[in-house]
């Protein structure tokens, strides 16, 4: 990694000053070597060294330009417009609609198309006047939400909205469909909302990277309240229309206080961030071609201080620099929930369907794991690969390399180390941390042994089992959820430890199985720096939501615990 000083600073710890270090000795060379073959087995591993990648230069969508896109050097063909995407609209169209959650359904959904007069409203449900990638790294909420902002966006071939979408559905069946994409047009948003049968109400919450501020939100989002003033949005339409349908496109939980009671409120979805084919796959849910089948990944509140710490807002810790020591421990979202018995608004795990669902036959059957081993022995010593030339001189810059700006180079521009680092305080003593330099054979770690830690914490200790019977008329699909309770005074009220999706026809059941590894029941203890099974009762649950825990049955443990 390059290890800028500064953001575009074109100075670096790295480069030029871990060359000095490894020189110095301050580096050994079985760091260097061991960092080196990480990053080139990776290389080998994805077989870049047999097949040439597509082309593409995510500075610019020209054809041709500059190579070094930021020093503005080196003009030839950038790009080559390979088209890679195959078919993955369909994909990408399925899981957006497999991921909506039902979270409120008083059984107008699904619609049928044939609806006397479908309104649409919020700028959530439009086109983004731009264009879908006319804000730099997607850094605007305009239109529907379909991505959020930062340096990891990629560009949408096309996005399809939820008013195109929903357009397609009610003209295909001759019905009447019109629309208000402005927030804040209170006069038409009320008159048309009178007219409507069923209204439906598109509303968003945004966030991204921090290079990015959107309407004074700095990367993160400042609150958890929608934005746009979809709260207002929400209540002019419901307060004139009866048969109110609320989707959410968020990157995260919001305050749903104002609204989601509402009698008018007939239904509400959350969306979540569904890429290109957005309208197409809030339409499938929304007109009943897939049954909705998604789980929340988080707890929806009724304030905000009910998820525990807020956002560090300001630096708190000197240097401009924040500082959070994360007392709040594991207890997160659901876990706090639960430890401070708060009753959420939508739990963890929570989602409705267009069918129903019931949960029987909770079955535990033990395996013979054997007792838990910790890793013992010793490493091999830190390898070294060829050496390294004690001549300073051979380090020097190539008369034959170009400068490019802004690029991180490893050679020196003097044979006195001093001097090449440029550093005022080069040659003070410094104390590394014990060890650090040390590449001796090293006394494994209890924990450790293998990549994911000590192979026996995957060891399967219990096999649960559990009947899912589809008791509604059209077919669905459950996610089954199953937790675990540690039963200790400082662990959560239940942690999850397993789900699977299950599509059941009507009428007909389904078998959810889900292993409980020993890795699952263990907790760290920081005095023998190890995993260890304590004594207390355990118990393991199966069900349809966080605070839906339709199963239960104990766990023995006894013969593992410490």
Known sequence: MPGDTDFNSGKSWWGTNLTISVLNGTVPQWRIDDAAIRIMAAYYYVGLDETTPVNFDSWTRDTYGNEHYYAE????????????????????????????????????????????????????????????????????????????????????????????????????????????????????????????????????????????????????????TLWGDGDTLIQNVSALCNNTIVVIHSVGPVLVNSFYESENVTAILWAGLPGQESGNAIADVLYGRVNPGGKLPFTFGSNETEWGRDLIYTPINGNASPQDNFDEGVFIDYRAFDKHNITPVYEFGFGMSYTTFSYSNITVTKANAGAYTPTTGQTIAAPTFGSINPNVSAYQWPADLQYVEAYIYPYLNSTDLGEASQDPEYGIDVTLPAGSTDGSPQARIAAGGAPGGNPQLWDVLFSVEATITNTGSVAGDEVVQLYVSLGGPEDPVIVLRGFDRLSIQPGQSATFHSDILRRDVSNWDTVSQNWVITEYPKTVHVGASSRNLLLQADLDLSEYAA
């Not at 939400?145 to 929903?166: C, K, Q, R």
């Not at 009447?176 to 009320?190: H, P, R």
């Not at 009178?194 to 921090?210: C, L, M, T, Y």
Request: glycine share 12%; proline share 3%; charged share 20%.
């Open 73 to 224: 050097e080196g003009y030839t063909q950038i790009n080559q417009h390979v088209d890679a995407r195959f078919e993955h609209f369909r994909s990408i169209r399925e899981v957006a609609a497999k991921s909506t959650v039902l979270l409120k359904n008083t059984g107008v959904l699904p619609l049928t198309g044939t609806e006397k007069w479908t309104a649409v409203f919020g700028n959530d449900a439009g086109e983004n006047q731009y264009g879908p990638n006319g804000c730099s790294d997607r850094g605007c909420d305009n239109g529907t939400l379909a991505m959020g902002w930062g340096s990891g966006t990629s560009d949408f071939p096309y996005l399809v909205t939820p008013l195109d979408a929903i357009k397609n559905e009610v003209a295909s069946n001759g019905g009447v469909i019109q629309s208000v994409t402005d927030n804040y047009a209170y006069t038409q948003i009320q008159q048309m909302a009178k007219e409507a049968s069923v209204a439906i109400v598109f509303v968003n919450a945004d966030s991204g990277e921090g290079y990015i501020t959107v309407d004074t939100n700095f990367g993160d989002r400042n609150n958890l």
